[in-house]
């Protein structure tokens, strides 16, 4: 059975966020996204010192669709270089991963209540 996977990602705002990971659950790369607004960051970027509010952000997919899912997030996202890290689930609740794999193509959706 394919594996849940999380990719957790940054975004400019709180619009942007949203509106990319509406296209990508119409899409069924992800059954989820939270958003996190109100991060404050500090970085290196291109040899100087960044600080900026972002928006956090935790997308719900499965492993299968770790490549696809990385080039729509990148081909629509407003940063030059986003960051995008999948981060392996080791285990899950046999409801989630099901929805999950449901939400993105496979299987089928459980009962909800």
Not at 33 to 52: C, T
Not at 84 to 95: E, K, Q, S, T, Y
């Amino acid at each position: 059975m394919e594996r849940p996977l999380l990719v957790y990602t940054t975004f400019p705002d709180l619009a942007s966020a949203l509106n990319i990971g509406e296209f990508l659950v119409r899409e069924r790369l992800i059954a989820c996204i939270n958003v996190l607004p109100g991060m404050r960051s500090v970085y290196s970027w291109k040899g100087a010192i960044e600080r900026s509010e972002e928006v956090a952000a935790i997308l719900k997919s499965r492993e299968g669709l770790a490549d696809a899912l990385a080039a729509a997030l990148k081909a629509r996202h407003p940063y030059d270089t986003p960051i995008i890290l999948h981060l392996p689930v080791a285990g899950a609740d046999a409801d989630t991963a099901a929805w999950i794999l449901a939400e993105t193509g496979l299987g089928a959706s459980p009962a909800t209540g």
